[in-house]
């Protein structure tokens, strides 16, 4: 498709060639599910498996592969570290900057008698972790955090949340949806207990996967959200209770998985600094390129190693719908308008409920993208300039 593709917060296109021949080959040379058959196919399945295990926990220098369980997205592994963790009495602490996919839950929680807190960020979705500690009582069970918000690309100070959080026996789920791949992420040095993260973004994998990595022991304290075949213990009826099984009920999607683990060795390959040094490059090009158009509010961090390759912007008496349509259909560039399934984000930065237009930087966009990016903005405020 002839097409500038803008949209990388919402899925990394196009895939490197890497993924799309493993998927290929799985589909052609193997085809069989993992853990339920002896034949030789379901053995060489079941490697794949593994190997994409082995290849995250190394990127996320987890202690084990068997620490990391696959999920279809990381709204699924976050619904595990939250409706399968959290009872009535707990009380949580979340930011203002985060994604329906953990605001959902937590809301619907609070109706099982959940306390959740919201720590306010500023206005450019800015959190500062000092104002944790006042919010923590003695019931509180976890901390909820983004990584990196979808709206404003802020990066959160992840580790130094985490300190707080095990300086207080509390436990640190990060969502890593919009940084796995895309900045050196740690579980040990940054005391992540859950780590939920998704394939199709930055890790370069296809939709449909995804994945959550727990602290060794904290399985037993989380209940899974569907039970079923899993392939092992199978003369019992009662559920497996060891990792990875106990949240794995149902064939996988292994061809996903196969795709997934190309897209990783790609990042490991590529190397996350150089990843993220160009995508950084090309978000801030854009930014610079933009901020000098009057009547064009850029939103989140000045700096650029404070935020992702997510811009945000607004465009002075014209909606962001209307902004993607013209971008569009005048340049072929796709791009992502509205609340970006983030209201409470789009209420800290005030820009709740119109939204704003968002173009999302990605390792496979070019310089000349950004140059178009630029002309078609400029374009828009000369014409609203008139």
Known sequence: MDCIYLDNAATSWPKPREVITAMKDYQENLGASPG???HRLAIEAGRTVLDARIALAELFNAPSPLDIIFTKN??????????????????VITSSMEHNSIMR????????????????????????????????????????????SNVSGTIMPVERAGAIAREHGILFCVDAAQTAGAIPIDVER???????FTGHKSLFGPSGTGGLYLRKGLDREIDPLIM??????????DQPDFMPDKFESGTPNTIGIAGLLAGVRFVMGSGIEAIEER?????FSFIQGISSFEGVTVYGPAAAVKRIPVVSFNINGMSPSDAALFFDEKYNIMTRPGLHCAPSAHRTMGTFPIGTNRMSFGFFNSDADVRTAIEAVGELHDYKNQ
């Open 36 to 38: 339920r058959s002896g």
């Open 74 to 91: 990381a709204t699924e592994a976050l619904n595990i570290s939250t409706l399968g963790l959290l009872r009535a009495g707990d009380h």
């Open 105 to 148: 839950p937590l809301r619907f929680l609070e109706t099982r008698g959940v306390e959740v807190t919201v720590a306010r960020c500023s206005p450019e979705g800015e959190l500062d972790p000092e104002d944790i500690r006042p919010l923590i009582k003695n019931n509180t069970r976890a901390i909820y955090l983004t990584h990196a």
């Open 190 to 196: 940054m005391n992540i207990d859950l780590l939920a």
């Open 228 to 237: 079923g075949g899993t392939g092992s213990r199978s003369e019992f009826e």
């Open 279 to 283: 995508e950084r490059g090309l978000a």
